[in-house]
């Protein structure tokens, strides 16, 4: 099974570096742009309105509208600047009891591995800790994900399995 994303989870002065695998598959139906005329796929193409011509993909770039309608061009390194500093981290927030927390809020579930050569240790020993924590108390750990598209909020808890 291959990893959907790697970063560490973090909690207090320890990073343990992990990898996360999807739990579930979606199986969606791919539809396709069709002509109705004749049923040929449709092309989308890269169309400068000033020049009037199709434009190779190595002269796309990014810009921000403003206000006045003046585009503003962006940087690959203005990108990087605009994303999170913690691209590629899970910071544990607390804990909470699991029944506080509402299933419909709950949008996919992933599995938590260990990343890397000398992880597995440290990896055991904190599923061991969260599963004592989930068997003791029903509380789940309430967690900050970072990644290099956005940020938000998740629950992770530990399964005897």
């Known amino acids: 099974m ?3 994303w790697s970063g560490v989870i973090q909690f207090g002065m320890v990073a343990l570096p992990v ?3 999807a739990a579930t598959e979606e199986h969606p139906v791919r539809l396709h742009e069709i002509h109705t005329a004749d049923s040929s796929r ?3 193409r890269r169309f400068c309105r000033v020049e009037g011509r199709e434009i190779p993909y190595e002269e796309v770039r990014r810009g921000f509208a ?11 390194e203005d990108l990087a600047r605009l994303r999170l500093p913690t691209k590629r981290a899970i910071e544990v927030l607390g804990f909470v009891p699991s029944q506080d927390i509402d299933p419909i809020s709950y949008d996919k579930p992933y599995f938590a591995g260990p ?3 000398g992880a597995d240790r440290p990896y055991v020993l904190l599923v061991s800790l969260m599963l004592e924590r989930v068997q ?3 509380e789940v750990c309430i967690e900050y994900v970072a990644c290099g ?3 938000g909020s998740g629950a992770v808890g530990a399964a005897a399995d």
């Not at 403003?66 to 690959?76: K, S």
């Open 2 to 4: 291959r990893a959907t």
């Open 19 to 21: 990898q996360l695998f």
């Open 136 to 138: 003791a108390s029903g």
């Open 115 to 117: 990343n890397g050569p």
């Open 42 to 44: 449709v092309e989308h």
């Open 149 to 151: 598209a956005g940020a």
């Open 66 to 76: 403003m206000p006045d309608g003046n585009v503003v061009p962006l940087t690959d």
